[in-house]
């Protein structure tokens, strides 16, 4: 299912970008070019305590702007990006960024606590992925307690091994593991017990039609009762409205992310650096 979603968001990116003729290589200078000339950009969208809506975090979304003000959204971009390997340097264009935003967030007041960025498999099966990232960590200074690394399931179980022996690495850097668009693969949840998994983050599919569909219910509550059982944090995505927001309180979920929130928005637009600003002009 995820493949041919995958082909088809590559199908419309090549069709809305590109003539036939030669159209990955175009892709592909046009990435270049877009990472050289800083048309990406990451944009923040915060995370909330289901209990008091207060914001505990914030996720990290990529952008890209053409030149000539076109957004490609990620959904676009990145199953290209994977394609054509250019997912590492995307992602470690990420990374940076982050890093490079919570240092310089170091301080305020009202800041996040932590910021989640998310990783994509082919980035995460790179043999240098980890060297690089102990660079970065060093380069930047970054706390990685604050950091929080979003991962889907799909990857994970083609090399359970290999995951395993990396999540454990990362743990030992310091960074925070979730399970991001938890439910939608096909693969079994035992792999939980052998990973160092903190968050699960349950995809917003289940999340959409939740008023709706009482079976779905039945299965955010089992994922939340499972999760908490394992001593998982479980937050819910795509949440829009109150409705949603009261019944994901009330099955027990922890944290909140969505357009109900917030849609993401620019570093210097989170709402909560925009009072902290507010305050110090006061
Ligand atoms: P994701 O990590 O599951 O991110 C959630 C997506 O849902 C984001 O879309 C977000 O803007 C959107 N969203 C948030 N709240 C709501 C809501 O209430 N309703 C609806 N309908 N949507 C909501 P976005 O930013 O377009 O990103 C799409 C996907 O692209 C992400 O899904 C993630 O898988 C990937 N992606 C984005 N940035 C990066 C990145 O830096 N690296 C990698 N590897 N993947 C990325
Ligand atoms: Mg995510
Ligand atoms: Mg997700
Ligand atoms: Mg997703």
């Excluded at 419309?12 to 048309?39: I, N, V």
Aim: with cysteine.
């Amino acid at each position: 299912y995820a493949k041919s979603e995958g082909r088809n968001r590559v199908e419309f990116f090549h069709d809305a970008l590109c003539e036939k003729a030669d159209c990955e290589a175009a892709m592909m200078a046009l990435m270049h070019k877009g990472l050289r000339e800083d048309q990406f950009f990451m944009v923040y969208q915060s995370k909330h305590s289901a209990n008091d809506e207060r914001v505990v975090g914030a996720e990290a979304l990529m952008r890209w702007r053409l030149d000539d003000g076109t957004m490609i959204s990620p959904g676009q971009f990145i199953p290209v990006a994977e394609e054509t390997g250019q997912i590492c340097e995307l992602g470690q264009f990420a990374l940076r960024s982050v890093f490079e935003q919570l240092v310089a967030w170091e301080g305020l007041e009202g800041a996040p606590e932590r910021v989640s960025i998310n990783l994509s498999g082919r980035q995460l099966m790179s043999p240098i992925f980890l060297s690089r990232l102990e660079d970065m960590v060093k380069e930047t200074g970054v706390n990685t307690k604050r950091v929080e690394l979003e991962i889907t399931e799909t990857w994970l179980m083609e090399d359970p091994d290999h995951s395993a022996r990396l999540l454990k690495a990362l743990k030992n850097l310091g960074f925070s593991l979730s399970i991001d668009d938890f439910g939608v693969a096909y693969s079994s949840m035992n792999y939980l017990r052998h990973f160092p998994v903190d968050v699960i983050k349950i995809d917003q599919s289940f999340v959409r039609d939740v008023m709706s569909d009482k079976s779905l219910v039945a299965i955010i509550s089992a994922i939340i009762a499972m999760g908490h059982s394992l001593d998982l944090k479980v937050l819910a995505e795509g949440v829009e409205n109150r409705d949603q927001l009261e019944l994901l309180r009330a099955l027990g979920c922890d944290e909140i992310q969505g357009y109900y929130f917030s849609r993401p928005v620019e570093a210097d637009r989170l709402k909560f650096v925009h009072s902290v600003a507010a305050a110090l002009s006061a």
